[in-house]
C-alpha cells in the first residue's frame, strides 16, 4: 500500500434547538431589576420551582421594543441555523407576543426541577449575581454546572453525544431558546439572593389565525340563522 495521502471531504450536520446567548445592555438590566422588585403579583402558582419568591411582572408593555428587537435577533439566528425551514431571513421576522414574565429570586437551598415553557420561545435572564454564589461556584470541583448553575438537555445518547449545554451565568446575560427546551437550575448554599427574569412568548401570526377562525365560524352561525 502506498504511503500517498487521501484526501477526505466531509460534512457537519447542526443537531437539535437553537441556543443563543447575549449579554443585555446594562441600563435595561437594570430597569428589569427594578420592576422586579416593584412588582408584587404571586406567580408561585403558575411555575414548577422550589423559589422563595416569584412574581409576575406589573407592567410588561414598558419592555416591548426591547424584546421586540430580542426576537428579531433570534430569527435571524435561526434562519442561519436552520435555512430549510424557510426561504428568506424575513420569513422569520415575526411579531411575537409576550405571554408572561416573571421574576425569580434564589436564595440558599431554592431550585428549578428540569422543566420547560408553555407557548414559542423563553427566555432567562440573570440581572443579579452575588459575589457570594460566584465564589461558592468557584471553588465547586464536580462535574455539573455546580451551585447556581443552568444546563438545556434534549435528547438521549452515548457520552460522545453532545446532549447538554451547562453555563454558570454572570450578570447581564440572556439565554432564549425553543419553549420546549427542557432546562434546570442548581440550588446553592450561600446566603445570599440571586436574581433573575423569565418569560414566555407566542407567535402573533398564531393568534391571527385564531382570530381569523373565530371570525370564520361566527359568520358561518350567522349564514345559518339567516337561512332559517
Known amino acids: ?4 495521502k487521501i484526501r477526505l471531504n466531509y460534512q457537519m450536520f447542526r443537531w437539535g434547538p437553537l441556543l443563543v446567548k447575549f449579554k443585555i445592555p446594562d441600563n435595561i438590566r437594570k430597569k428589569l431589576l427594578e420592576e422586579a422588585h416593584a412588582s408584587s403579583k404571586d406567580f408561585e402558582k403558575n411555575l ?4 422563595t419568591k416569584e412574581v409576575g411582572f406589573r407592567n410588561i408593555e414598558m419592555f416591548q421594543p426591547f424584546f421586540h428587537t430580542v426576537f428579531e435577533m433570534y430569527a435571524d ?13 424575513e420569513t422569520f421576522k415575526q411579531q411575537y407576543l409576550i405571554e408572561a ?3 425569580n429570586f434564589q436564595r440558599p437551598g431554592d431550585f428549578n ?3 420547560d415553557h408553555g407557548g414559542t420561545l423563553s427566555w432567562v435572564i440573570f440581572l443579579q449575581m452575588p459575589k457570594e454564589l460566584i465564589e461558592e461556584n468557584k471553588k465547586y470541583q464536580g462535574r455539573s454546572a455546580g451551585p447556581g448553575g443552568l444546563t438545556f438537555i434534549y435528547g438521549e445518547g452515548p457520552r460522545n453525544y453532545i446532549s447538554h449545554h451547562s453555563f454558570f451565568p454572570e450578570e447581564g446575560d440572556m439565554f432564549i431558546f425553543p419553549a420546549s427546551l427542557k432546562h434546570w ?13 423569565s418569560g414566555n412568548v407566542n407567535d402573533s401570526i398564531k393568534y391571527k389565525d385564531l382570530k381569523k377562525l373565530k371570525e370564520v365560524k361566527k359568520n358561518e352561525q350567522n349564514n345559518d340563522k339567516k337561512s332559517d
Open 113 to 115: 426541577p428540569p422543566h
Open 48 to 51: 414548577a420551582g422550589v423559589i
Open 1 to 4: 500500500m502506498s504511503n500517498e
Open 77 to 89: 439566528a435561526q434562519s442561519k441555523w436552520a435555512p430549510e425551514v424557510g426561504s428568506t431571513i
Open 185 to 197: 437550575v442548581f440550588p446553592f448554599k450561600s446566603d445570599c439572593v440571586r436574581i433573575s427574569v
Open 101 to 103: 414574565l416573571w421574576a
